[in-house]
T-cell receptor, first 117, second 113 residues
Framework: AQSVTQLGSHVSVSEGALVLLRCNYS??????LFWYVQYPNQGLQLLLK??????LVKGINGFEAEFKKSETSFHLTKPSAHMSDAAEYFC???????????????FGQGTILTVHP | NAGVTQTPKFQVLKTGQSMTLQCAQD?????MYWYRQDPGMGLRLIYY???????DKGEVPNGYNVSRLNKREFSLRLESAAPSQTSVYFC????????????FGQGTRLTVV
């Protein structure tokens, strides 16, 4: 079984401040981990992903995340928040089902990021 | 490229009515998913289809049925709609060429009164 917990349903930061969105996962096999962003009335867009290899992954719009197996975490960070970063962010976990098909993709509850001027 | 297309975008149903949400992808992806999104609950998996010809239940399958019509299309049916099924529904697809990422449709906002 796999699951994702995002700590904090709402995070508020000032423009220019550090953004930290927390994600912990549970997976019985090595996970693939993702962060998605959702702007109002839109679908989800991929920010970044970890599958194998380097544990620090960089994504779009200056975001990055670090896979820490010992802590079962995949926290999302950005050094300096911008007003345009205001959105809802989702962490997700899956595993490689092998071959050309994929199994479940499980999402966390989401974190709404507010950026103040 | 169209990506993942969902229809309709909006729908209002009366309790007990039935309807089918349509989803089609043009990326030749093997795997497709249906989620519902409710405030504070993230995206919850209703059903998924790992490959053409297979479907499996997700976290919240009760009250729904799915059909993987072909590789492109994956429909979600509500046989007898209930107010608890008021939600935003998203279809997604994944394939080897997508680098493990999922592509999402724009969503269907369903209200059951």
């Amino acid at each position: 079984a796999q699951s994702v917990t995002q700590l904090g349903s709402h995070v508020s930061v000032s423009e220019g401040a550090l953004v930290l969105l927390r994600c912990n996962y549970s997976s019985s096999v090595p996970p693939y981990l993702f962060w998605y962003v959702q702007y109002p009335n839109q679908g989800l867009q991929l920010l970044l992903k970890y599958t194998t290899g380097a544990t620090l992954v960089k994504g779009i719009n200056g975001f990055e995340a670090e896979f820490k197996k010992s802590e079962t975490s995949f926290h999302l960070t950005k050094p300096s928040a911008h007003m345009s970063d205001a959105a809802e962010y989702f962490c997700a976990v899956t595993r490689n089902a092998g071959g050309t098909s994929y199994g479940k993709l499980t999402f966390g509850q989401g974190t709404i990021l507010t950026v103040h001027p | 490229n169209a990506g993942v297309t969902q229809t309709p975008k909006f729908q209002v149903l009366k309790t007990g009515q039935s309807m089918t949400l349509q989803c089609a992808q043009d990326m030749n992806h093997n795997s497709m998913y249906w989620y519902r999104q409710d405030p504070g609950m993230g995206l919850r998996l209703i059903y998924y289809s790992a490959s053409e010809g297979t479907t499996d239940k997700g976290e919240v399958p009760n009250g729904y049925n799915v059909s993987r019509l072909n590789k492109r299309e994956f429909s979600l049916r509500l046989e007898s709609a209930a107010p608890s099924q008021t939600s935003v529904y998203f279809c997604a697809s994944r394939g080897l060429d997508s680098g493990d990422r999922a592509f999402f449709g724009q969503g269907t906002r369903l209200t059951v009164v």
